[in-house]
């Protein structure tokens, strides 16, 4: 029973990235999924969050308009299509089930992150 995300790596500052968040074990289509990130020398960040049932989506006001979060339950994964990338974007991205996307929502059950680095 893990998550893992996939696809980070380095880009340019503007550049996309489009991070993968699949699980084996379990079902995400259950769970409200959040992305959080952990920059160096920086605390943890919620960036998205995906609901579990009726699909609301919630961003950082770092993120938003140019993060987006996504859902395709046939494929038991949810996506982070980023956009317009910065530098401050750098961090390692995990995704992790939530019992709802509230700020006070805890992050419950994450696995491996993946490494985004945004070059100037």
């Known amino acids: 029973v893990q998550l893992q995300a996939s696809g980070g790596g380095l880009v340019q500052a503007g550049g996309s990235l489009r991070l993968s968040c699949a699980a084996s074990g379990f079902t995400l289509e259950y769970y409200a999924i959040g992305w959080f990130r952990q920059g160096p020398g920086k605390e943890r960040e919620g960036v998205a969050c995906i609901s579990r049932s009726d699909g609301i989506t919630v961003y950082a006001d770092s993120v938003k308009g140019r993060f987006t979060i996504s859902r395709e339950n046939a494929k038991n994964t949810v996506y982070l299509q980023m956009n317009s990338l910065k530098p401050e974007d750098t961090a390692v991205y995990y995704c992790?089930?939530?019992?709802?996307?509230?700020?006070?929502?805890?992050?419950?059950?994450w696995g491996q992150g993946t490494l985004v680095t945004v070059s100037s």
């Open positions: 992790s089930t939530k019992a709802d996307c509230s700020r006070t929502s805890d992050y419950l059950r």
